[in-house]
């Protein structure tokens, strides 16, 4: 079975924190993303990419980078955490087109 | 651009009654389709896809129809469960989109009764 696994399910670190959250995916695609969701907001697309060191803004990248070193890791950086962040975030990965995403349980973060 | 509209939530439905979450897109082309779960606390499950005009996906009882004529793609299970509670998202996948990007909506609560 493909999966997309999320290192961690829950999170709670210290508003100005570096924080890393990572995604490896075991189906060799090429595509990967970070959402966010928040109740009433919906799915909000942080950052996403479609190669080895390859990156794209999404639509709320602000204090938010990415790292992909490899094709099967993604990982999202919160560079200096904020309450504002608090959230769950959502891992997923696909192939290019006609497809859907695979998704990750998802880590719920809160920064205090 | 593309969207999806989804009914607003939540649907509240006593166990075994007939389920409809519609869904309607706006998209150039002719996009994929897709439905999407999210049980409490979980990330979101591939449910069904329909890839072209008048496709029906189907799986676990759920069922939707890919209507090019009504850019519409509702969801339907004819006799829901306890179990079936969670978010339900519709989403599209334009084929000629240089980024290949899934477009959500805004997911739709279930709650079904015993």
């Known amino acids: 079975d493909v999966k997309v696994t999320q290192s961690s399910r829950y999170l709670v670190k210290r508003t100005g924190e570096k924080v890393f959250l990572e995604c490896v995916q075991d189906?060799?695609?090429?595509?990967m993303f970070w959402y966010r969701q928040d109740p009433g907001l919906g799915l909000r697309l942080i950052y996403f990419?479609?190669?080895?060191?390859?990156?794209e803004k999404g639509d709320i990248p602000e204090g938010y980078s990415v790292s992909r070193e490899k094709k099967e890791r993604f990982s999202l950086i919160l560079e200096s955490a904020s309450t504002n962040q608090t959230s769950m975030y959502l891992c997923?990965?696909?192939?290019?087109?006609?497809?859907?995403?695979?998704f990750g349980s998802g880590t719920r973060l809160t920064v205090v | 651009g593309n969207s999806v509209t989804q009914m607003e939530g939540p649907v509240t439905l006593s166990e075994e009654a007939f389920l409809t979450i519609n869904c309607t897109y706006t998209?150039?082309?002719?996009?994929?389709l897709f439905w999407y779960v999210q049980y409490p606390g979980e990330g979101l499950q591939l449910l069904l896809k329909a890839t072209k005009a008048d496709d029906k996906g189907s799986n676990k009882g759920f069922e939707a129809t890919y209507r090019k004529e009504t850019t519409s793609f509702h969801l339907e299970k004819g006799s829901v469960q306890v179990s079936d509670s969670a978010v339900y998202f519709c989403a599209l996948r334009p084929l000629n989109n240089a980024g290949n990007m899934l477009t959500f909506g805004g997911g739709t609560r279930l709650m079904v009764k015993p």
């Open positions: 990419s479609y190669d080895v060191k390859m990156k």
């Open positions: 997923a990965s696909s192939l290019p087109i006609n497809y859907g995403y695979t």
């Open positions: 998209a150039t082309g002719y996009p994929s």
């Open positions: 189906m060799d695609h090429e595509n």
